[in-house]
């Protein structure tokens, strides 16, 4: 399956997606947005949204902001699997309806999440994720709370049975998180769930974390109608 993917910056690329994409011979068609002549695909079999720093309302300075939300309606519309991360499940919410806000707290580095459903039962009840956000989301109506931590009420939705959104990434690489530890430092302030860049860089991302990742997407591979 070609499987398109929506990048907003460098330095938050696919990460362990690119890894189960390979071996499983499905081919990733990755649309650098943050390069010129680049664009938002029409039309996709399967989409896949990254994060990024960018706010869903700037839509000004980053006018594809507004074309991803329009693909995921038609996806949804469509039946089609869509998978968001951090700003593209943000993305996904923005599309249904939901408003995006700045969190009580900010959340950066490794804190558990708990499953708040039966939805996904193949998940454990809790596990370390790595977080790097501050804005949130509310659920879009008809949506299922997926996951939450103490920080963050939503850190998790699926909407349908073929459209799923994560606040964290389960899709970081350890290579991954040195580079937004280097490129994103500022982001970096004092608070009750910041950790310290020798904490983030002293985890090791869990086997647990690969293979919740790759189950969700076999899910949604799944969910994909038949032709």
Known sequence: MIIDVLQHVPHEGPGLIANWARENQHQL?????????????KDAE?????GGPMGINDTAEFPWLVEERTLIRRL????KPVFGVCLGAQQIAATFGSEITVNKEKEVGWFPIKRTSEKLAFFPESL????????TFSLPDGATRLFASEGCLNQGFIYGENIIGLQFH??????????????????IT????VQSIELMRGKSVPRDNKQMLEAI???????KPSD
């Open 29 to 41: 068609k990755i649309h650098t947005l943050f390069k010129e002549n680049e664009y938002v695909p």
């Open 46 to 50: 399967f989409l896949i949204v990254l």
């Open 76 to 79: 949804s519309e469509q039946n």
């Open 128 to 135: 370390d994720v790595f977080h790097w956000h501050q804005d």
């Open 170 to 187: 389960f899709e970081m690489e350890k290579a991954g998180i040195e580079t937004i530890l280097q490129i994103d430092e500022e982001f």
């Open 190 to 193: 004092p608070g009750k769930y």
């Open 217 to 223: 997407l076999d899910y949604l591979i799944k969910a």
